[in-house]
C-alpha cells in the first residue's frame, strides 16, 4: 500500500509533518513538494527513518520524493541509538514542561520570530515526547488570547493531556483578563512548584 502526499504551497514544518504521518503507517511513500527546502527536510526525515529516496525533478520548480522503508532499519537503528547514547534511553523522573516566555520565538526579528514560533507550537502537537505541562509567562501568556493564531494548536495540546499554566500575573499586566482561550490561568507557586519538579525542561 502506497500514499500520495501533495505538500506544494504548504509552509514548513507542514510537508515534514505529513510526511512523519504517513511513515508512522505506511512503508511506501511519496511526496510532492515545490521547493527546496521542503525537500531537503523531507529527505533528511527519509534518511532518519530509515527510508531509500528517489527524487524526480517536475517542471516548475516541483520535486516529487519517492520514500520507500528499508527492511530491518528500524531494528537497526533503535539498536544503534541505545548503543551510542544509552542515557537517552532513561526515561525523566518528572514531567516534561516546555516554557514559553515570550510570544516570539530568538531574538533579532520579532516578524520572522512569531513565524517561528507558530511553527514551533503547530508542530509540537504532533511531536512523540511532547509537553507534560507547558508554561506560559511574560509575552508568552499572548499566544494563550481567544484571538491568538495559535490557540487552535494550544486546545489540540490540551485535547493530549498538556497542562497549560498561563502567568495570572502577566496576564493582568497585558489586560489579557476573560480573554484568555486555552489553558489555565495560574499563580507564580505553582508555575515555580511546576519547574522545581520537572524531569525535562524545553525552552525555545
Known sequence: MSELIDAKGLACP?????????LDTCDDVTVVVDNETALENVKRLASNSGCAVEVTGESGGTFRLHLKRQQGSGVAREASSECLHPESMTQPSGPSVFVIASNVMGQGNDELGAVLMKAFLHTTVD?????????FYNTGVKLAASDSDVVDDLKALEAKGAKLLICGTCVNFFDLKGKVGAGTVSNMYDIAGTLSTAGRIVKP
Open 14 to 22: 507542514e510537508p515534514v509533518v505529513l510526511t512523519k504521518k504517513a
Open 127 to 135: 511531536l512523540d515526547h511532547g509537553p507534560d505541562v507547558m508554561v
